[in-house]
Nanobody
């Protein structure tokens, strides 16, 4: 079993920055593909970005050039640096871990991820 604990959400003005953190409880964290999803009220949970065991990353088009995902395997932590935030980035952000070994894939669908954090609210005011 893996527990994921997110932190770092909050209220920020448009154009501002936030950094989210997600810490995993398991030492085999380094093998997992990790991802961030977000869900706005009344909408589906959408893929934001993912990072695999070797540091390869993928991003949703809507956040490319503004968001950066990274991981520190020594700390069992994945980060999401969010810059140039927009009101449309407002959502609950979820950290997720893919429990299957997929060395060459970073999946963008929520059902591929078995472990989830509790979510952290990000609100961007205009």
């Amino acid at each position: 079993q893996v527990q994921l604990v997110e932190s770092g959400g909050g209220l920020v003005q448009a154009g501002g920055s936030l950094r989210l953190s997600c810490t995993a409880s398991r030492r085999t964290f380094s093998n997992y593909t990790m991802a961030w999803f977000r869900q706005a009220p009344g909408k589906e949970r959408d893929f934001v970005t993912g990072i695999n065991w070797s540091g390869d990353t993928v991003y949703a088009d809507s956040v490319k050039g503004r968001f950066t995902i990274s991981r520190d395997n020594g700390k069992n932590t994945v980060y999401l640096q969010m810059n140039s935030l927009k009101p449309e980035d407002t959502a609950v952000y979820y950290c997720a871990a893919d429990a299957q070994w997929r060395p060459n894939s970073i999946l963008r669908i929520a059902r591929a991820y078995f472990y989830w954090g509790q979510g952290t609210q990000v609100t961007v005011s205009s």
